[in-house]
Each structure stands twice: as C-alpha cells, then as structure tokens.
C-alpha cells in the first residue's frame, strides 16, 4: 500500500467524500498513495501536497502516483506544512471559506505541532493517519494526548503486580503492537506519550516531558475540539487474521468478527492479509478558536 494501509485507506477516502471539500491538502505524500486515494474519492477537486521528496522520483523504481491536478511542494520546492503561506495558496485556488478545506497529515510529526498550526492558519478539517496509542510510535500522537486518568479507559499504572500489568503481559503475547508494563514505562514510573517523551520527526528529536505539561496539552486540546472521532478498523482480526494491533485498543470494526459472509461479499477476502496490518487510529479531527 505504500505508506498507508486498506484500513486507513477507507477511511481517507470515507472522509474526503463525506465531507466532500473544495480544497484537500496532504502533508506527507511518500509514494503518492494518499494523494491517488483522495483522487479516487473527490475526482475534480485540486490537492496541494507537501513532501519532502517528490512521489515522481520513486516512478523509476516501481509503483508511485502524481497527480495531475495537484499542486506540489515537494523535492526543492518543498515548505514545511507551518511555514507555507496559507492565504497566498487560498487566494490562488479561489477559496474563501477555510471550512471547505480537508487537511490529511501523515507526516510523522508532533501532531500537538501540527494542530496549533493549522489552527493558526483558520482551518477546521484535519485527519492525522498515525495516531500512535501510548508507548509507541515515532511522534507525539493525538491520542497519546487524551490518554488522561480523568478520560474513560486513560491513564496507566506502573506497579508490575497491578490487574493492568498482568492484562499487558497476555496481550502483548498475542499483538506485535500491544506494550507491556516494561515497555510502557520509562524512568519514575512516566508512562505517558512514549515512555514518559514527547516524540517528533520521526523520532529523530525527543524531549522529555512531566504529567503536568501532558496534562495541560490535554486541556487545550479539548478547548479546541469540536469533534474528535478515530475511525474504525475496517473488520475484526478473525477475518483479517492481522496480528499487529491490539483490538482491545481500538474502536468496533465495522464488519464484525463471524461475519465472513459480509466479509466476503465485500470482497475484503480476496486481499491480502497484510493490507490490514497497517492500522493506528486514524483520527478525524475537527476544532475551531477558543471562544468561537
């Protein structure tokens, strides 16, 4: 799949469709997958991509997609998706309302980062793809976030004797992405984001952080949501057979375990198995300014 598995590639291609926008901007485009994803959904609407390298330069050495109807910033004319002027590219693509705008991130960044940013610039539409549970990942995840103790299901405890831990253990048996009591916490017992850091880059700049700043991260994040809704695995790890994620952490499948019959009609049979090993809580996200 090229960066992004069925699982997520539903889901972009739900969202763009549902909401249906005049403008769908991706950060992070790798082999150009998103960007054919969000083609196949919206046909006529324009993408401005952002990418570090440019998808035409993997063509040489297999399956990439450009967009003919894409605007990309990308290879030497890469900008940082916070450093792009947003009202020059809204002047130049005739759009008026910032609400009309979808932005896909899958850029590997703090994702805290990325929504003061497009906060800053006015939009109200994100999708971030990797939306790392706590203990793993390679950036800050939203989801790392509101894992608080005040939040239904948030919160861990460290003490290696605790229901939790033994629960971990047995997980982590089972899932290749289910983290023990051990790999969950880092030194004094800090369990939040990863092991007690804030992750960005691609886990090339970590910084240690205290539950306080997490907590407060927390809080402004809800001040700032409107609607925060992960997407759903596509069908449960019966019918996929995917051994990397733990269900236990994730919302409901939309196909059901012991529903093959649905499973088949659908055609999700004839997939490969490791087309649905790719999913982290792909999370939509939509916010607005405090006090607006």
Same mark, same amino acid.
């Given at each position: ?24 901007? #991706? ?6 997958? *998103?960007?054919? $994803? ?7 609407? +324009? ?9 035409? !330069?993997?063509?040489? !050495? ?14 030497? %004319? ?10 020059? $590219?809204?002047? &130049? ?25 497009? /906060? ?5 539409? /994100?999708?971030? #793809? ?5 203990? =793993?990942?390679? @950036?800050?995840? /939203? ?12 919160? @861990?405890?460290?003490? &290696?004797?605790? %229901? ?16 023990? =009591? &051990? ?20 886990? @090339? ?8 700043? @997490?907590?407060?991260? *927390?809080?402004?994040? #809800? ?9 759903? +695995?596509?069908?449960? +790890?019966?019918?996929?057979?995917? =051994? ?8 409901? +499948? ?9 499973? &088949? ?9 490791? $087309? ?17």
């Amino acid at each position: 799949m090229y960066g992004m598995g069925f699982d997520h590639s539903f889901g972009l291609w739900f969202i763009s469709r549902w909401l249906k926008p005049e403008l769908m901007i #991706e950060s992070g485009a790798f082999k150009g997958h *998103s960007t054919w $994803v969000m083609r196949q959904a919206m046909p006529y609407t +324009p993408i401005v991509s952002l990418s570090p390298r440019h998808p035409e !330069k993997y063509l040489a !050495k297999g399956p990439a997609y450009v967009d003919g109807n894409c605007t990309y910033f990308a290879g030497k %004319d890469f900008v940082d998706f916070g450093s792009v002027n947003w009202g020059n $590219v809204m002047k &130049k693509h005739g759009i008026t309302d910032l609400s009309q705008v979808l932005i896909f991130f899958d850029d590997h960044q703090n994702e805290l980062k990325r929504v003061k940013q497009a /906060l800053k610039a006015g939009f109200r539409h /994100l999708v971030f #793809e990797d939306n790392y549970d706590t203990g =793993t990942g390679d @950036h800050y995840s /939203l989801r790392q976030i509101c894992d608080q103790f005040y939040i239904r299901g948030g919160g @861990h405890s460290c003490f &290696k004797e605790s %229901d939790e831990a033994r629960i971990r253990r047995n997980r982590n048996k089972l899932w290749e992405k289910a983290v023990d =009591t &051990k790999q969950l916490c880092g030194p004094n017992d800090a369990w939040w984001g990863v092991r007690g850091e804030v992750r960005d880059n691609f886990n @090339h700049s970590n910084k240690a952080i205290s539950f306080q700043e @997490h907590f407060r991260n *927390s809080r402004f994040l #809800e001040s700032i949501l409107d609607v925060y809704w992960e997407l759903p +695995p596509v069908a449960g +790890p019966s019918l996929t057979h995917q =051994t990397r994620y733990d269900p236990a952490r994730a919302s409901s +499948p939309i196909v059901e375990d012991g529903r093959f019959g649905l499973f &088949k009609r659908l055609g999700l049979d004839r997939l490969e198995t490791s $087309v649905f090993n790719g999913y982290t809580q792909m999370v939509y996200l939509q916010i607005s300014k405090q006090g607006s």
